[in-house]
C-alpha cells in the first residue's frame, strides 16, 4: 500500500520537474477527450432536432403532395398546366383503403391578406377541421375551422399567431375581418405559435407555419377555384391545382408500410407523370435513426483519432524522458530496483498524465452547451450577417452531452495512457543497470 | 573470523564485436569482516569487471561468488535486486544521487526497494545523515548541495540498509585534495569505529595508502594482495 503512494508521489514529482512539458501532453489528452464528449454531444443534438421535427410530422401519416412538373414534360406548354393530386384522388384514397383512419385534403396558395393598410405576405391554407389536431396546432383564441363553417363554405379563417400579431397589433382579431383578394374573411380564432417541422414533399426547407391563414377547403375551392395565375418574368402562367396535398392517417404505426405501399399503386395507376411525392414520416424516422448511429460513429471514429495522437504525444515524452533519465534507471536498479519497479515507476507517470488529462478532458466536454451558447450570442452580436447566412442546423445547434460519453472518453483516455505508457516503461526496466550507470 | 564474501575462480568474457574479451580470467579473494581493501590497476585491467561483479549488477560467466553463505553467481535478476537492496552499499564517483529527492529521501531510496521502509528505519535515516555531517540540510536537494556533502550523503545511503560491504568506487575523483581528504577520514572512521568492511577501487596511490589491504589487478588476474 505505502508502496503505491510512494510511487504515484514520485510519479508526480517527476512530471513537476519539467512542468510545461508535463502540461503539452496533458493537453494532447485533454483535447482528445473534450472532442470525444464534444463531438457526440454535437451529433446527439443535432439528430435529436431532426427527429423532434419528423415527429412533428406524426410518426402514423402518409403525406403525398403535389409536386409541380418539370416542363418538358408537360406536352403542351401553352395555356394552363392541370397537375397534383386531385379531388377524385382523394376519394378514391379514402374509400378504397381502409387502413386509413381519416384524410385531410389540403390547398395551399401564395397570397396577401390585408387589414386596411397592413398588408401580410403569407401562405392561405384551405383545410378541414382536422387540420389542427393532425399538425399539431393549438387554439389560443376562438376556435379552429368548424364543421359547420366547411360545410357552410363560409368564408371564415383562422390566423397564425404570428400573421394575427401584424395584422392586428392593436386591437382583437376575433370578430374582424381579412381581406384576401376581394373576399372578406372573419377571424374566427388565432392559433399559438409553433415550432417549424422536417420539410417534406422532397425540398429541403422546413415546414413554417408563422405565416399561415387558416379557411375552409371548401370555401377556397368556390371562391378562389383550382385555376391560379401566376406571374413569372413578364408573361403569365396558369396552373390547375386541385389539391397541394392529402394527410392521411392510419389506423395504427404498424400498417403505415403497407398503407403506403397501397396508396403508391392506387396514385401510380391515375397519374402519367410524376406530378406528387409520397412523405412517409415513420420512414424518415427511421432513415434519422441510421443517420444517427452514422454519425456516433463517424464522430467517434474522429475523436478516437484526435486520442490515439494524444497517446502517441505521451508515447513520445515518455520515450524521451527515459533516455533523458537513464542515468537515474541506473541509479535505482543498483540501489536495489528490480525491473518491475522501474516499469511501475514510468507507468505510473504516464497513468497520472492521462488521468489529468482525462479528467481535465471531461470537464472541458462538459463545458460544451455553455460554450456554444457563448459563441452564438457572440457572433450575432460581432458577425450578424454571417450567423444570418449560416445553415439554420448550425445556427440552432444545441449540443446534448451523452451520459455514457464521459466515462467511455475517460476510460479510453487512461487505456490509451496504459498502452502508450507501457512501451518505454519496458523499455526503460529493460536496461542493463551497468550501461545505465555510465549513461552521462 | 566471518568472510564479509569470498570469491572464486571469477571469470567473465564479453562479447564485443564478435570477439571474445576475457575481462576477469579466474580471481580468488576472501575479504573478512571489518577489512578496508583498495583494489587497483590500469584500465583494461578488469577492475571495474569485478566491481560491477561484486556489486551484484552482473553474473559471472563462472566461478563462484559468495556472500552471507548464499552463491550470487546462480542467482535470478530479481533476486539480485533483492541482495543490492539489501545487502550492498554503493558510493559512486559522481554521487549519483536522484535529482527530485531531498538528502533524507535519497538515503532512504535502498530501503524502499528493500521494502523497509518505516518509522523505524526512517529515524536511521535521520541519525545518518547527522552522522554525515549533514544534519542541517535534510530537506536540500542534491543541486543544492557541494561536491563533498553530496558524497557525504551517499555514504549514508550506502549504510543505509547495514550493507555486508561498502563498495566505493572512485569515491573522490571528482573532489579537489581537501574534500577528497574529508570523505577520506569519514570511509576510515566507519572501518575503524563502526567496523565497517570497505571496499574501494582507485587508481590514486596516495587513495590506496588509506585501506589496510590493497589488491592490484592486471589483466584480468591478481597480480599483487598485499596487507600492510
Avoid at chain 1, 510512494?6 to 512530471?15: A, D, E, I, P
Avoid at chain 1, 389560443?140 to 360545410?151: K, N, P, Q, V, Y
Avoid at chain 1, 448550425?394 to 495512457?417: H, L
Avoid at chain 2, 526512517?122 to 561536491?147: N, Y
Wanted: charged content about 25%.
Amino acid at each position: 500500500m505505502t508502496l503505491w503512494i510512494r510511487t504515484w508521489q514520485l510519479g508526480v514529482k517527476s512530471l513537476l520537474l519539467h512542468p510545461l512539458r508535463s502540461l503539452l501532453t496533458v493537453l494532447g489528452i485533454f483535447i482528445g477527450v473534450a472532442s470525444v464528449i464534444w463531438l457526440l454531444a454535437i451529433g446527439e443534438g443535432i439528430s435529436k432536432k431532426a427527429q423532434e421535427q419528423i415527429e412533428g410530422l406524426g410518426a402514423d401519416n402518409i403525406i403525398v403532395r403535389s409536386i409541380k412538373p418539370p416542363n418538358e414534360s408537360t406536352p403542351d406548354s401553352r395555356g394552363p398546366v392541370p397537375y397534383g393530386v386531385t379531388r377524385d384522388d382523394y376519394y378514391r384514397l379514402t374509400e378504397t383503403i381502409n387502413t386509413v383512419d381519416r384524410a385531410l385534403p389540403i390547398r395551399e396558395l401564395r397570397r396577401q391578406f390585408r387589414n386596411n393598410d397592413r398588408l401580410v405576405d403569407g401562405r392561405l391554407v384551405g383545410c378541414t377541421p382536422e387540420y389542427a389536431q393532425v399538425t399539431h396546432l393549438e387554439v389560443d383564441r376562438g376556435h379552429f375551422i368548424s364543421d359547420a363553417e366547411l360545410e357552410q363554405k363560409e368564408k371564415a379563417c383562422a390566423l397564425a399567431a404570428e400573421v394575427a400579431e401584424r395584422l392586428f397589433p392593436f386591437e382583437n382579431p376575433l370578430g374582424q375581418t381579412v381581406r384576401v383578394e376581394d373576399d372578406y374573411y372573419v377571424v374566427v380564432g388565432v392559433m399559438k405559435p409553433r415550432e417549424a417541422s422536417a420539410g417534406i414533399g422532397g425540398s429541403l426547407a422546413a415546414q413554417e407555419f408563422s405565416d399561415d391563414v387558416y379557411i375552409p377547403i371548401t370555401t377556397l375551392w368556390t371562391r378562389i377555384g383550382d385555376f391560379i395565375v401566376t406571374r413569372r418574368s413578364g408573361s403569365w402562367e396558369g396552373e390547375i391545382v386541385q389539391l397541394s396535398q392529402i394527410t392521411l392517417r392510419v389506423n395504427s404505426v404498424d400498417d403505415v408500410v403497407a398503407t403506403a405501399d397501397l396508396v403508391r399503386t392506387i396514385l401510380a395507376s391515375k397519374h402519367r407523370i410524376a406530378d406528387y411525392a409520397i412523405t412517409v414520416p415513420l420512414d424518415l424516422l427511421e432513415q434519422a435513426k441510421t443517420t444517427r448511429l452514422m454519425f456516433i460513429v463517424f464522430m467517434g471514429l474522429i475523436a478516437a483519432i484526435s486520442l490515439v495522437v494524444g497517446g502517441i504525444g505521451i508515447m513520445n515524452i515518455m520515450l524521451a524522458t527515459v533516455t533523458e533519465r537513464t542515468r537515474e534507471i541506473g541509479i535505482r536498479r543498483a540501489l536495489g530496483a528490480k525491473r518491475r519497479d522501474i516499469t511501475r515507476q514510468f507507468l505510473a507517470e504516464t497513468i497520472v498524465l492521462s488521468i489529468v488529462g482525462g479528467l481535465t478532458g471531461v470537464l472541458g466536454g462538459l463545458t460544451c452547451g455553455f460554450v456554444t451558447d457563448w459563441l452564438r450570442m457572440a457572433l450575432e452580436n460581432l458577425f450578424p450577417q454571417v450567423m444570418e447566412s449560416l445553415p439554420d442546423v448550425v445556427r440552432t445547434i444545441s449540443p446534448k452531452v451523452v451520459p455514457w460519453s464521459i466515462p467511455m472518453a475517460f476510460g479510453i483516455s487512461v487505456g490509451v495512457g496504459l498502452i502508450f505508457g507501457l512501451y518505454p516503461a519496458t523499455r526503460a526496466a529493460a536496461m542493463d543497470p551497468i550501461e545505465a550507470l555510465r549513461h552521462e | 573470523m566471518n568472510l564479509a564474501f569470498r570469491v572464486e575462480e571469477l571469470k567473465k568474457d564479453y562479447l564485443l564485436g564478435g570477439e571474445t574479451v576475457h575481462a576477469l580470467r579466474g580471481v580468488t579473494i576472501e575479504v573478512p569482516e571489518g577489512d578496508y581493501v583498495a583494489i587497483m590497476g590500469p584500465s583494461g585491467s578488469g577492475k571495474s569487471t569485478l566491481l560491477n561483479l561484486l556489486g551484484c549488477l552482473d553474473r559471472p560467466t563462472s566461478g563462484s561468488y559468495f556472500l552471507g553463505g548464499d552463491d550470487v553467481a546462480k542467482m535470478t535478476d530479481d533476486r539480485l535486486s533483492e541482495v543490492r537492496a539489501n545487502r550492498i552499499g554503493f558510493v559512486f564517483q559522481s554521487y549519483n544521487l536522484i535529482a527530485q529527492l531531498t538528502v533524507v529521501e535519497n538515503i532512504e531510496v535502498p530501503l524502499y526497494y528493500g521494502s523497509r521502509l518505516n518509522s523505524t528505519t526512517r529515524a536511521r535515516c535521520h541519525k545518518l545523515a547527522e552522522m554525515v555531517g549533514l544534519g542541517d540540510r535534510l530537506r536540500h536537494r542534491p543541486t543544492q548541495l557541494s561536491g563533498g556533502q553530496q558524497q557525504r550523503a551517499a555514504i549514508a545511503r550506502s549504510l543505509v540498509n547495514d550493507p555486508y560491504f561498502i563498495l566505493a568506487d572512485e569515491p573522490t575523483g571528482n573532489l579537489d585534495s581537501v574534500t577528497s581528504g574529508e570523505i577520506l577520514d569519514l570511509l576510515s572512521r566507519l572501518n575503524r569505529e563502526e567496523g565497517k568492511t570497505v571496499i574501494m577501487v582507485t587508481h590514486e596511490e596516495d587513495v590506496a595508502e588509506r585501506a589496510k589491504r590493497i589488491i592490484r589487478l592486471k589483466d584480468g588476474l591478481l597480480q599483487s594482495d598485499v596487507r600492510r
